[in-house]
């Protein structure tokens, strides 16, 4: 409001509105008088309802369309989100004219679901194997139930401690849960395995229960706790891997915490109550058959284990051999950040010639966006023009495809169509569009699989980034372009691409000040009439009832189309009269560079690449330090990678941290549990056979060591020791309190923990096999961690058996003699 009238009964607002309301409203607007006679708008120009940008157009499966992207915002739950925009999008539709419809082009929240599923699933599947390898060996129902209660139990208090922390139920937390299913168990099956052994001795379910408790409640107490102290470094690590890693971390020592609670309070009364004396039980063909073959086993499993013990020297060479072996595994081994995630969905940026037209480009995009329609694969797509990619204008464009469910793509096939194996993964689709795309003349094509977590960087043309800095500029180019171009020749590499655009084609419009001067034309008013004629500047608003639209002002677009436009612009001079742009201008064709990109504030040219199949990110990373060594690049160029290489590369040394700070935790809290500097590294002694294990099955599996298989690794260190844990316990209190021998008591120890420990490993094995066979949505990000526990616990079990007991009482001797140098007392043994 202008103000107001106050009269003596009422006030009135005064209102002034110079506010055109639509376009045709300029038309009438006076700009000038001409003999006296006003000039309006519409005697010299035209107004036109239009868009901003006319030079930006999108389509959806080859039709016009406006297509709008949807985030969900930090810490909102995007199944939630997905939810409440598609309730709404009914009510749109409702205010739209009937000739526009409204489609969803790409739904993230159908792979998380089917993710999702998916582990609920493999979770399922993973606790009914659990409990069919309890059977097995139990061959009772009722000694089958016992341990099997401990699992649902042990997920209902994780989930609860979850919802404590305010987790919400995702891939990471599922997958923790899958992985614990298999060891959850193991302390209950411990328990009930020494309570059951003394049953089978005679003694009443009652007493045995007791009994048994006192005997394994220290082992399991040891087991548990070492178990959870594998994952503390987990929780409290820092960086992207922290905060990927903190949930799954969290919700295993939940799992592991209440699998222990449960172990030694409802298992031992449930034995008590639900075990039959021994005089009672009667067996069927089933269990006799089994037992026997069981008592097969455990026979030659003591042949063999006194076999080793008395030939130590050449199990110890074996337990030296699996130490070189997993070194130099590590060495050979192919190594990724995060496995690539089918999420249903391929992403490709185009990029023309700079000084390409818009109109000349959507021809371009036209003929790729063809070839993606006609792939059988796609589902639908949308296709852009005027942005994309690091740069946006008329000569870059994207394309975005949305991929048909696994189960209706084409498959994988020898010949023809015989020989089929697996649906097309998204990395595939894209790959065989890579070279149908690469026939069209005038445009690069790069596509790329969207990863399931992008980490820092920015929107390049491919998925890998690679940042060079310089002071110097010149220098800066030449060794950018030096660099991308061995690159593409390397191996590996595919789409190597850089941000550098060194030229477009210009126009240059030189003031000749002179003659500008004698002509009363000023430089300012030579840019302003160029600006206005071709740089569609704004020079006024229109305010609607909901929305704001700007009033532009430029030349008609047939006037915009050619240099020669120029020599018919006409410039005001001080004094009003009109003088042609060339009379005070002097105006060359040439070129100039597009843009100069920088980094930290230094001039900065970032190479992006993706990976050819069967390459992984650490072949990119050593190819480039060869590359750049080999062209001799000066060291005044500082180079670093961006992204999830830059994260990759962090990832590296942080896991090898990692993986030390696990091992010292857990050594620590072995040694105060036994009291000893010695025995946990006895204990330890497994873990090179269960990392041998898991880095050969990846490398026969041909999967690269990644994030989720180096967890894996970590597991394997708290599952592999639960095996040593159960004999080294017996051992010890064999030696401590009955004084026998070690030799006598590891054998013992070995022989009578031998069914426990067959059972423990079965069940952590049967429990992650679902994970490791890779089946469903989403199954490649599991599949490494479940290859490596998978062979790990093969080949430890395989080994450990054996290499334990040596260990063990070879360390027993060194310690002996250490006590024997400090002046402590020979080890008292039974008198003979």
Not at 373 to 384: H, K, T, V
Not at 656 to 678: C, D, N, P, R, T
């Amino acid at each position: 409001p202008a103000g107001t009238l106050n009269g003596p009964q009422q006030a009135i607002v005064v209102h002034s509105s110079g506010q055109l309301q639509s376009a045709e409203a300029f038309n009438h607007q006076i700009v000038a008088y001409k003999n006296g006679a006003p000039v309006r708008v519409q005697d010299v120009a035209t107004t036109i309802n239009g868009v901003e940008n006319p030079y930006v157009a999108s389509w959806y499966n080859g039709r016009r369309a406006i297509v709008l992207a949807i985030q969900r915002q930090p810490g909102s739950n995007t199944i939630e989100v997905v939810d409440e925009v598609k309730s709404i999008l009914p009510r749109f539709l409702q205010q739209l004219p009937a000739t526009l419809k409204l489609d969803v082009l790409y739904d993230r929240s159908i792979s998380i679901r089917q993710s999702v599923s998916d582990v609920q699933t493999t979770l399922l599947l993973a606790g009914a194997l659990v409990v069919l390898v309890i059977f097995v060996f139990l061959r009772t129902l009722s000694a089958t139930i016992i341990p099997s209660l401990a699992l649902p139990i042990a997920v209902i208090g994780t989930f609860a401690g979850m919802a404590y922390f305010g987790y919400s139920l995702d891939n990471l937390s599922l997958l923790a849960l899958t992985l614990s299913v298999g060891f959850v168990v193991d302390d209950a099956i411990v328990m009930l395995e020494n309570v059951v052994r003394h049953v089978e001795d005679g003694e009443p379910p009652f007493e045995a229960a007791l009994k048994g408790s006192r005997e394994i409640a220290f082992t399991i107490l040891s087991m548990t706790v070492s178990l959870a102290a594998v994952f503390i470094p987990l929780i409290f690590m820092g960086g992207i891997m922290g905060r990927l890693l903190h949930e799954f971390a969290v919700t295993i020592v939940l799992a592991i915490v209440f699998s222990g609670i449960v172990s030694v309070t409802l298992t031992p009364m449930l034995c008590a109550r639900m075990l039959k004396p021994e005089h009672k039980r009667s067996h069927n063909r089933f269990y006799e058959f089994s037992e026997r073959s069981f008592e097969r086993m455990q026979k030659g499993y003591e042949r063999t284990l006194g076999w080793s013990i008395r030939h130590a020297r050449a199990v110890f060479i074996v337990f030296l051999l699996s130490i070189a072996a997993t070194i130099g595994l590590f060495y050979v081994m192919q190594q990724d950040f995060l496995p690539a995630s089918d999420q249903g969905q391929i992403f490709g940026l185009t990029e023309a010639a700079n000084g390409t037209s818009f109109a000349q480009m959507v021809r371009y995009q036209q003929q790729a966006a063809a070839i993606v329609a006609r792939d059988p694969n796609i589902d639908g797509f949308m296709s852009a023009v005027g942005s994309g990619g690091s740069s946006s204008g008329a000569n870059s464009g994207r394309i975005f495809a949305s991929l048909k469910p696994v189960e209706r793509r084409a498959h994988s096939c020898l010949i023809g169509n015989l020989f089929c194996w697996h649906a097309l993964s998204a990395a595939e689709v894209a790959q065989e569009l890579r070279p149908k795309l690469s026939h069209i003349p005038g445009i690069n094509i790069y596509m790329q699989v969207p990863p399931s977590i992008r980490i820092g960087g920015r929107l390049t043309k491919s998925q890998y980034q690679y940042t060079l800095q310089d002071l110097d500029q010149e220098e800066l180019q030449t060794w950018s372009i030096k660099l991308m171009n061995a690159l593409s020749t390397a191996a590996g590499f595919v789409d190597v691409t850089s941000d550098l655009q060194l030229t477009t084609p210009s126009v240059n419009v030189t003031i000749d000040r002179d003659k500008a001067a004698a002509l009363n034309v000023t430089p300012t008013a030579v840019e302003t009439a160029l600006g206005a004629a071709f740089g569609g500047g704004q020079i006024s608003q229109i305010y609607g009832s909901s929305d704001t639209y700007q009033v532009i002002l430029e030349l008609l677009p047939q006037y915009q189309t050619d240099p020669t436009a120029l020599s018919r612009l006409y410039v005001s001079a001080s004094d009003g009269t009109l003088v042609p742009l060339t009379a005070v201008t002097k105006i060359t064709s040439g070129s100039m560079p597009l843009s100069v990109n920088h980094q930290g504030q230094l001039p900065s040219v970032t190479i992006s690449f993706d990976l050819a199949p069967g390459y992984a990110l650490s072949d990119a990373v050593s190819s480039i330090d060869r590359v750049q060594a080999r062209l001799g690049m000066p060291s005044t160029i500082a180079t670093s990678f961006q992204g999830t290489a830059q994260a990759y590369q962090q990832s590296t040394s942080g896991i090898g941290l990692l993986l030390l700070a696990a091992l010292i935790v857990v050594y620590i809290v072995l040694g105060i549990l036994y009291e000893s500097f010695i025995h946990p590294l006895t204990i330890l002694s497994g873990l090179p056979s269960a990392a041998v294990g898991a880095l050969i099955t990846l490398k026969l599996f041909n999967v690269p060591l990644s994030l989720y298989a180096f967890v894996g690794m970590i597991m394997l260190i708290g599952i592999v020791k639960k095996n040593a844990i159960m004999m080294i316990d017996f051992a010890l209190t064999r030696e401590r309190s009955e004084h026998v021998p070690p030799e006598q008591a590891i054998q013992e120890a070995a022989l009578i923990r031998f069914r426990p420990i067959m059972m423990t490993t079965m069940a952590a094995l049967m429990g992650t096999l679902p994970i490791a066979v890779g089946l469903g949505a989403g199954s490649e990000t599991r599949q490494p961690l479940g290859l490596a526990v998978v062979g790990g616990l093969i080949l430890s079990q395989l080994l450990t058996l054996y290499i334990t007991p040596v260990i063990y009482i070879g360390l027993d001797r060194l310690g002996m003699r250490i006590g024997e140098f400090r002046g402590r007392p020979a080890r008292r043994l039974p008198a003979e």
